[in-house]
């Protein structure tokens, strides 16, 4: 699985010429970083003195935090897995009316669910920044770059990933569907890059 290469045997799968892993595994990679992170920053809140007052809380963002990078080190590989799906759709026989008509049924299905994945990581991702925002406001200020790292991780996680939902749709027949999740995605780009401006002027402000 690409999730238990060595960071250099992932470097080089991804800079080969296999199409996965690719932008969608890449951004579930940069959600895994940002939670990781953001558990760092609390963890280094957690016993200090100075911190006392936000103790429980940083014990919180410090389990939420897992829970999320724990299901975003598995997207690695769905979103592979995924793309993975379509194609193998797209090789499915064409030769008579009934196979045509099952073929397209596949790619329409694998297609779906290729817009799914990736939306699945830009929303596990889009929840960790009510944590991000709450370490660099108040966790341990000697790592708040840390935090505001987490943030611009966060923020290319969630925007690749809804490029890779973007793309999908404009394969599918199902309106309803597309229009649904084009506009889910609309809102969290909008938001997210507001967020982020507020972190970076916050760090920013801090040291």
Known sequence: MLKDLKITEFIDKT???DPVPGGGSISALCGTISAA??????QLTIGKKKYVEVEEEMKAIAQKA????????????????AYNMVFDAFKLPKETDEEKAKRSDAIQE???HAALVPMEVAKKTFSLLPLIQAVVEKGNQNAITDGCV?????????????????????SLKDEAFVTNLATEA????EEIQSI????????????
């Not at 992170?37 to 609390?42: E, G, P």
């Not at 609309?186 to 780009?189: G, L, T, V």
């Open 196 to 207: 982020e401006r507020k972190v970076l002027e916050m760090t920013y402000s801090a040291i």
């Open 110 to 112: 694998a297609t779906k």
């Open 15 to 17: 800079a080969g010429s």
């Open 150 to 170: 987490a943030m611009m991780c966060a923020r290319t996680a969630v925007l690749g990933a809804l490029l890779n939902v973007r793309i999908n749709l404009g």
């Open 186 to 189: 609309k809102k969290m780009e």
């Open 37 to 42: 992170l953001t558990q760092m920053v609390a």
């Open 66 to 81: 897992e829970d999320i990078l724990n299901e975003l080190i598995l997207d690695i590989d769905r979103d592979s897995d």
